[in-house]
């Protein structure tokens, strides 16, 4: 049993070369085909095991950089921060061991490598055991299989289905494989195993007669000039007083340097680390600037609400993107602005407060009690254009875009801060996610950072122009919108849970003799 302990753990690691800096896509299929072959034929607490084991070999490689920001900006010691590092890699680990505990139960009417349990159980619980990660707590969908594939011929598939059809057709794929390895092994059933590679080639190959369509329009009569600024401020320096004229002052010179007439100008997520009523003097000065210029800016700050007693207490931050230099002159509160909606545990608010406040106060992050903006908000106008948002870790969260975009939305916009990450694979894995979301939808993606990565995606989801990490640069770019709709902006999930819905059923559809 430790052999094989020890080969889930690195059935597990592998996986992160799959996703972003790496692109090694293959591995996804290695990763999780051979957990599926580790676990088919186990007893539940065998199972259970090998599943804990390959979720702390996934996410120990997939997301150790949190350490930087537990380590180096929360200031803690280096016992203490991997302890909590080790705390978040065991509890997400929790999912593939409910996983594997749960294909195990179903045994009864999905045997030990058969097809109900390889090809129709097992990627139906993935998928369950994946919405609760990415719901409990609010969730961390972190490294969703799908993303893997942005590389692989499975990419066909996102504007059709989106992530969540993309990660469950990679299961599927992975359950067919196991399965025609298995039954070509065992003679009777090598007539299966034919049918299996079958479809598993169809899967895979399919994409090549629709891959090359293209599901939206690009709309040469208009065109969107951006300037996205990257500040470049150091995570260590960026939220303390003496750092905030400096930091409004490298924005302001790389903005001015820029303003140019009908420019949209995009700052990064929090570039001004202060409140907004603080800055009213400030906001009313960057408002004349761009409309004397007609240009407009697109400005991350926070929000404060007075509360029922004051300054003081009871406030409601909010984590706000807002428009200037519109034709109206800059008056607090002004309605063309997107509040976050999705905040991050422990970064943005304390889940469970009364339990896991301590936490929370050892971390001592800034700005870590934050109210969550309504889920459905109006697009944000930018000189004519309509921007479907996303502020920060929103980017990876398809449920939530699509129910905030349009039909006549041209672009979509994310503000980030990955400051928090350093050098890390992070930041490559947030673009990456990114470069998703503008496949589903059919829409050029526009992201300005605070350190990187600040891009350009196309609506096909390639990068067309970044500037390069932990360099304070603007990046011009001048980009059209487009028309039309993919499936997915049309459908959303449909699709999605139609196919989880035939695979249900399939499993109750019993074999004639």
């Known amino acids: 049993m430790l052999k094989q302990i020890l080969l889930s753990i690195f059935l597990g690691a592998i996986a992160v070369f799959s996703y972003a800096p790496f692109h090694i896509w293959p591995l996804a299929f290695v990763s999780f ?37 537990i380590k180096q900006y929360g200031e803690l010691p280096l016992p203490v921060a991997i302890i909590i590092l080790g705390f978040l890699i065991l509890y997400l680990s929790l999912y593939p061991m409910l996983f594997a505990f749960l294909l195990r139960m179903v ?64 299961t599927i794929l992975c359950g067919l494989f196991i399965y025609s390895i298995k039954s070509i092994t065992i003679k009777t059933s090598r007539k299966h195993a034919v049918g299996a590679i079958i479809a598993l080639f169809a899967i895979f190959i399919a994409p090549i007669s629709f891959g090359n369509i293209n599901w939206t329009t690009v709309d040469k009569t208009r065109s969107a000039h951006f300037a996205l600024i990257q500040g470049n401020i150091s995570q260590s320096i960026r939220w303390t007083k003496e750092q905030l004229n400096n930091t ?24 001004i680390t202060d409140y907004e009523i603080n800055q009213q003097t400030f906001l009313q000065y960057l408002d004349n600037q761009a409309r004397a210029h007609d240009a ?39 309605t063309n602005r997107y509040r976050k909606h999705h905040l991050v545990p422990f970064g943005e608010f304390t889940p469970l407060e009364s339990i896991l406040e301590p936490i929370a106060a050892i971390l001592d992050i800034p700005m870590s009690s934050m109210k969550p903006g309504e889920t459905i908000q109006p697009q944000l106008h930018i000189k004519g254009f309509k921007f479907t948002p996303a ?11 699509h129910q905030n975009f349009a039909s006549d939305t041209d672009f979509l916009l994310t503000v980030s801060n990955d400051a928090w990450f350093g050098d890390s694979i992070g930041p490559k894995q947030h673009l990456q996610m990114a470069q998703a979301r503008a496949l589903e939808f059919g829409r050029p993606l526009i992201r ?37 709709l993919t499936p997915y902006a049309k459908w959303g999930t449909l699709p999605y849970f139609v196919i989880m819905i035939l695979m249900f059923i399939s499993l109750f559809i019993k074999r004639r003799s």
């Not at 004051?310 to 509160?333: A, F, M, R």
Request: charged residues 15%; hydrophobic residues 40%; contains cysteine.
């Open 33 to 69: 085909a051979g957990f599926l072959w580790l676990i088919a034929d186990k007893s539940k607490k065998q199972a259970m095991l090998l599943g804990l084991t390959w979720g702390v070999g996934y996410f120990t490689s997939g997301v150790h950089w949190v350490y930087i920001s």
């Open 107 to 170: 045994n009864h009417f999905a045997g030990q490598f058969s097809f109900k349990q390889l090809v129709l159980a097992a990627p139906m619980l993935w998928q369950i055991t994946e919405f609760l990660r990415g719901y409990i707590l609010t969730g961390f969908a972190w490294l969703q299989l799908g993303y893997s594939q942005l590389d692989s011929p499975l990419r066909a598939y996102f504007p059709i289905g989106g992530i969540d059809c993309v990660t469950l057709l990679l």
């Open 248 to 271: 409004l002052q490298t924005y302001t010179k790389l903005t001015l340097d820029n303003l140019n007439k009908n420019e949209i100008i995009i700052w990064s997520e929090a570039s």
């Open 296 to 334: 407009e800016i697109a400005v991350g700050i926070l929000d404060y609400r007075f509360g029922e007693e004051g300054y003081q207490s009871n406030g409601d931050i909010y984590n706000t993107l807002l428009v200037l230099g519109e034709k109206e002159p800059y008056q607090y509160p002004t």
């Open 391 to 401: 502020i920060c870790y929103e980017v990876i969260l398809s449920n939530l875009i």
């Open 448 to 484: 300005s950072t605070n350190t990187g990565i600040t891009a350009i995606i196309d609506e096909h989801g390639n990068i067309v122009k970044q500037l390069p990490q932990f360099e304070t640069g603007v990046l011009s770019a001048s980009v059209s919108p487009t028309i039309g």
